[in-house]
Structures are given as C-alpha cells and as structure tokens.
C-alpha cells in the first residue's frame, strides 16, 4: 500500500472517529445509567403464576390460529 493511500485512509479514519466520539460517548454514558438502574420486582408469587399462564394461553391462541390458517390455506389450493 502507498504512503499517499495510508495517509488518506488514517485520516479519513480520524475524521470519521471526529464526526462520531460524541454519539459514541453518549451510548457508552447511556449503558453505564442502564447498569446502574436496578430493578425491584413489585410482583408477587401469585402475579408472576398468573402472568405465566397468560402467557401459556396466548402462545396456545397463536398456535391454534396458525394451524387454522395452514389447514385453511392447504384447502384453498
């Protein structure tokens, strides 16, 4: 590689290191706040076992609505 080509290319570098070291700084400050938040549940024992299983109900919906429309989908043909 030519010096000219390294010359340009390091400072196309640099001055693209230049454009973005405040957006870099920010995400970096952003996830040091994000490690530093701490989560609390606020949920009891029997929140969390009802979230479940409404979670289990709809995961059987969407099942059950995709195998329709499969089945539907295979008549139609």
């Known amino acids: 590689m030519n010096n000219k080509y390294l010359e ?26 994000q490690k530093e938040d701490e989560l609390v549940p ?8 009802d979230m479940t299983e409404d979670i289990a109900d709809s995961s059987r919906l969407k099942k059950a609505e995709f195998s329709f429309m499969q089945r539907h989908l295979e008549r139609s043909k």
Do not use: H, P, R, W
């Open 8 to 33: 340009e290319y390091l400072a196309d570098c640099i001055k693209i290191l230049d454009e973005n070291v405040d957006l870099l700084s920010n995400i970096e400050f952003e996830l040091e706040q």
């Open 42 to 49: 606020e949920m009891k024992l029997t929140d969390l076992i």
